[in-house]
């Protein structure tokens, strides 16, 4: 049963040696391990573009709900007022978060096939002028939409406003350039395009807006400052860290950087993604998001009839090799198939064939 390949948005697909690194034992205390925490934060900022005299980096236990949550309490004071951009379950998601801290925000949404607007998103930046923060979801998995970026920074930019991105299913597999953008907070997680294992989130964080944030968190664990600040010494995690995820992550980055960077993994998960598309349509299965809105990161597929059944075509595909997700909407009958991971074209091809196996059994 376990003799299978993840086609899912994270937890993915890893290398064998990825894992093999979980098979020891270390200490937190120990030198050699505080050493593996500073090597990760040196090169997350180097996979960022940006130096540690303008951002640093800091690592979160817990899956990267955690990561932004920890952002969300320690970013936002009780004076400010956060914009929070919605167009799927991820962005709502942190829309909860705000309500459970009770912070100030006020919530733009819009279809979740649908980009926000420039020219209403400027409107309600004028009109209110409480607003101090921005965030968004760059890459939504609900639905695989890839948010425009560069418009909601040069948004924040012309504001003055503090840009916070949730980029957990992007970074790492799609270039961004951070300190270009002039992003605040970068929000990421182990177990999606750097190829890891779940455990921990990080926060890719312009120094001066982190510095200015002490005392404001309303959580002890979540605390992002204080989480700085004991890791900015020498690698020390404020409380235990999970130390087998941390030794699988420094591996997967450098498997990453082996591979070509950002931009080769990239081209690679964008060649499944055409390729998985190209096929799947020639059998009458459609995404969800138009092409042009469409990351390589997951795709959302419509179910292809009205007599469809998705645990039935779940178990089939499994049972051959592969495991896929299913749709996240409420409106629409949907599944994903995810793009990210240790997947190759060898991969895509051998799924299309059982998907074309499937199709052809339940239709005869």
Request: proline content about 3%.
């Amino acid at each position: 049963m376990y003799n299978y390949k993840l086609l899912t948005p994270g937890p993915l697909t890893t290398t064998s040696t990825v894992k093999e690194e979980m098979l020891f034992d270390r200490c937190t205390w120990d030198q050699d391990y505080k050493n593996i925490t500073q090597k990760i934060r040196s090169q997350l900022l180097e996979l960022a573009g940006t130096s540690e005299e303008e951002y640093t980096v800091v690592l979160m236990q817990g899956s990267g709900t955690f990561a932004v949550e920890s952002v969300m309490t320690t970013a936002i004071s009780t004076n400010d007022k956060a914009l929070i951009i919605t167009n799927g379950a991820y962005g709502e998601r942190v829309v909860k978060m705000a309500q459970y801290i009770g912070l100030n925000f006020r919530e733009y949404s819009v279809a979740y096939n649908e980009y926000p607007n420039d020219a209403e998103l400027s409107s309600i930046l004028k009109e209110d002028q409480e607003i101090t923060h921005i965030v968004m979801v760059h890459c939504e998995t609900t639905t695989g939409i890839l948010n425009p970026i560069d418009m909601i920074a040069k948004l924040s930019k012309e504001y003055g406003k503090t840009l916070i991105i949730d980029a957990m299913s992007s970074f790492g597999g799609i270039e961004i350039d951070i300190p270009g953008l002039e992003i605040d907070y970068l929000i990421s997680s182990a177990n999606k395009c750097i190829q890891g294992v779940p455990g921990f989130g990080f926060v890719i964080a312009k120094l001066d807006k982190l510095k200015a944030c002490e005392g404001n968190a309303r959580s002890l664990s979540l605390d992002l400052f204080d989480q700085w600040k004991e890791m900015d010494k020498e690698g020390k995690w404020r409380y235990t860290s999970p130390t087998h995820v941390v030794a699988a992550f420094s591996k997967a980055i450098d498997e990453l950087v082996d591979e070509g960077g950002i931009s080769a993994r990239f081209a690679r998960y964008q060649s499944n993604n055409r390729l998985l598309r190209e096929r799947l349509g020639k059998l009458g299965i459609h995404p969800y998001i138009s092409a042009e809105k469409q990351s390589p990161i997951i795709t959302t597929f419509l179910f292809p009839n009205n007599h469809f059944s998705f645990d039935d075509f779940y178990t089939f595909v499994k049972e051959r090799g592969y495991v896929i997700y299913p749709g996240k909407l409420t409106d629409v009958d949907t599944f994903r198939i995810g793009n990210i991971g240790e997947i190759y074209e060898q991969d895509i091809q051998q799924l299309c064939a059982i998907i074309e196996e499937y199709i052809g059994v339940v239709t005869k």
